[in-house]
């Protein structure tokens, strides 16, 4: 095939007349109107910027003959084409079954549509053995008329349906027949579709968060509890808060008062009404009031009588370093009987014979000296025999050591948490006074619950756990 070469010219194609050819590119950008150029088999002509195939020419002998035609070439668009002022572009009526074939390696793209729609009157199948993508950011089917059935697939797929399949109504009929008739009981109750808590209860129920360790809260208006037979019981091993939100705690719906037990939790009216009917606390006889303070001092209006009975004794502690003992407020021994506790006065007069203001006195009845005063016993050169300072040495010490064997004494510290002290004493007996003072200012005696569990041990309970230093004094009878 020769170099076929392109004619910038007019061409009447009508009377086949060239004139004024000139050689030129027939396709391209740089393609000119007006071209005639034979290229892939095919005789082309271009006409304002178109480039028309001629179908009726023969090529011989490097010449190229054009059939004679009736008039002028008559360019057509149809079948979905569309063809106006020399252009002919997609769009237009079908008139005939049209098929796009890719022949299998080859694809089909729209891209960069501004919308893409499709009408169809009947319905229409789209088949796809590789997968069928439509990546858009909204898809959406219009019904053309009442009737119309939505996207639907031509036969039942279910069976090879994936997790991300689009499914049918009769998948989705299949599935919700597939599930069971929902009840309620046992303390729901169910209205139609909706299931909720309320209704008769036949069995015990259980709620159990220990092991997610969660909590159950209930925030309602009103919490109405009522039982018949059993009791209710709140079980916790931690305390149990419970949280009013309108400052008014938990509340009783009436008075149960007259019904209460010693383990009731009483309402606020309760406590008014005990806390009503307590009677005024006065003070007398050796005690004062004072506000709501009562305490030892005050004139006696009555003989009275403090009685320990068998099993209890008075003691009466002071500082160590400066108590002074219980004291008479004045001289009261010419009235002494032989029951009376005496003073040191009275001693130091009727036994070593020395007033209280350092005088001597011998009032010793003679009788029982002997015929001797006081200050006769008081000087030692009056005794017979020889006794050595080292003997009364050995005799203090002696009666210390005997002193001490009936005597015990120990430490015991609180730490807020024990309430009872088991103490080992082992004096061999339950005749035993037992003691508890602070071991810190005020040093005041601590009255508590004393067990004597057995001959050699004393329990000590405390009704509140305490938190101090004790001193424990233990002594023998």
């Known amino acids: 095939m020769p170099n076929i070469k392109s004619f910038l010219t007019d061409i009447d194609l009508n009377n086949n007349h060239i004139f004024n050819l000139l050689l030129g590119p027939s396709t391209g950008i740089n393609s000119l109107e007006g071209s005639l150029s034979y290229d892939s ?6 006409d304002s910027n178109l480039t028309h195939i001629i179908a009726s020419y023969e090529y011989v002998n490097d010449a190229i003959y054009i059939a004679a035609t009736s008039g002028a070439v008559n360019i057509t668009a149809s079948n979905g084409l569309t063809f106006l002022n020399n252009d002919i572009k997609l769009g237009g009526t079908l008139s005939s079954n049209t098929v796009i074939d890719g022949n299998t390696f080859n694809s089909l793209t729209f891209d960069n549509l501004f919308n893409f729609t499709l009408n169809t009157n009947s319905s229409s199948i789209i088949s796809d053995s590789g997968g069928l993508n439509i990546t858009s950011d909204s898809i959406v089917f219009k019904k053309k008329t009442n009737a119309f059935p939505g996207v639907t697939y031509d036969l039942d797929y279910s069976n090879t349906y994936t997790v991300r399949s689009l499914v049918d109504k009769g998948y989705v009929t299949s599935a919700i027949g597939n599930i069971p008739v929902i009840t309620a009981s046992n303390g729901l109750n169910k209205s139609g579709n909706d299931i909720k808590l309320g209704g008769v209860m036949y069995a015990d129920v259980y709620i159990d968060a220990s092991l997610s360790g969660s909590n159950l809260q209930i925030n309602v208006g009103n919490l109405n509890i009522v039982t018949n037979t059993t009791d209710i019981n709140l079980n916790s091993n931690r305390a149990i808060n419970i949280i009013s939100g309108n400052g008014q705690g938990i509340e009783y719906a009436l008075d149960y008062s007259n019904t209460y037990t010693v383990r009731s939790l009483v309402d606020k009216g309760y406590v008014t009404s005990a806390i009503g009917n307590i009677p005024a606390l006065t003070a007398s006889n050796g005690l004062t009031k004072i506000s709501n303070d009562i305490k030892l001092g005050g004139a006696l209006t009555a003989n009275t009588i403090i009685d320990s009975g068998s099993s209890y004794n008075l003691y009466f502690q002071g500082n160590v370093a400066s108590y002074q003992g219980v004291q008479y407020g004045a001289d009261y021994s010419a009235n002494f009987v032989s029951r ?3 003073d040191k ?3 130091d007069r009727y036994v070593k014979g020395i007033y209280a203001n350092g005088t001597s006195g011998f009032a010793l009845n003679s009788n029982l000296l002997n015929n001797q005063n006081g200050s006769y016993y008081l000087n030692r050169t009056n005794h017979n025999g020889v006794q050595t300072a080292n003997t009364i040495s050995d005799l203090n010490t002696a009666t210390l050591s005997i002193i001490q064997s009936y005597q015990y004494k120990n430490s015991i510290t609180g730490n807020g948490i024990i309430t009872d002290f088991v103490i080992t ?3 061999n007996t339950y005749d035993a006074i037992v003691q508890i003072y602070r ?10 619950i004393v067990e004597r569990t057995n001959v050699n041990v004393v329990t000590i309970r405390f009704a509140v756990a305490p938190t101090d230093v004790y001193k424990v004094l233990i002594i023998a009878l």
Not at 41 to 46: C, F, S
Not at 439 to 448: E, M, R
């Open 41 to 46: 088999g095919l005789l082309k002509y271009r």
């Open 340 to 342: 009376s506790l005496v």
């Open 345 to 347: 006065d009275y001693v």
């Open 425 to 427: 004493h082992n004096l």
């Open 439 to 448: 071991s810190t200012s005020p040093y005041d005696t601590i009255l508590t």
